[in-house]
């Protein structure tokens, strides 16, 4: 079976203090995206995962999707399970690519297996896996509480535009949250503003409305990334905001041609750029 698995954004991000289990409180917005990794899944006598192109993200106990299998055949009685990859969402770079993969893997074998487990059910199982997990099995977009897993679904009647500025650098999430500690943390917002502009299809809200509680952390470890976003302000996006914990900037196009048209402003800023618009569903088979 092959499932596309997109990837995911958040226009709205903040983050309370640290728990004593050492996770965070957070309130956010995220959305699914029109950037896919690709995951094929076959019955095999063992487990294991092969990711293309080479060394886009690891192939041991510590790919996200590996380990969501095995916590699919613990539960459910499957045997070993075959997992090939084709990346196209940096990792590390904010984008939930790891979650997607896994979100991707759980979803796949509950058809592959025939397993009839709920959609509620297989957000349950992901939120042992990560923070991203739950969000990625059900796509969309949707407000996040708690430590990512309390979801609730919100309108999006029309696409979103985004331009994703990804850099070279890596920002390791522990790392972000741990610099983000160190500065002094922070509290829990209701994600109103942002909710109801989606809503409304109220693109210059929105923009005024984009918040990430992490900007702060990910340019103190990487100071270096700022010129990214001055860039894509500099071409006109009508807001630009940390896609997670970063590096990666989002910046929001009035359209899809804006869109296109800041892309091609920014190509030298980047490493890779990217236009890509919101999409309502989460993994599905192709």
Known sequence: MKLIAPAKVNPFLTVGARRPDALHEVESVMQAVSLFDTVTLAPADAFGVTVSPAGAAPEDESNLALRAARAFAELHRGSGISIAIEKQIPVAAGLGGGSADAAATLVGLNGLLETRVSKKALEKMAAGLG????????????????????????????????????????????????EFDRLGGGRVEDPYDVADALARADIERLASALRNDLERAALSLAPQIRSGRDALGAAGVLGVILAGSGPTWLGLARDEMHAVAIAAAVQGEFARVEVVHSIDHGPRPV
């Open 131 to 178: 923070a991203d997990v739950p969000f990625c099995v059900r796509g969309g977009t949707a407000a996040a509480r708690g430590v990512g897993d309390d979801l609730s679904a919100l309108p999006c009647p029309t696409p979103v535009w985004w331009v994703l500025g990804i850099s070279g650098a890596r920002l390791p999430t522990a790392d972000v949250y741990e």
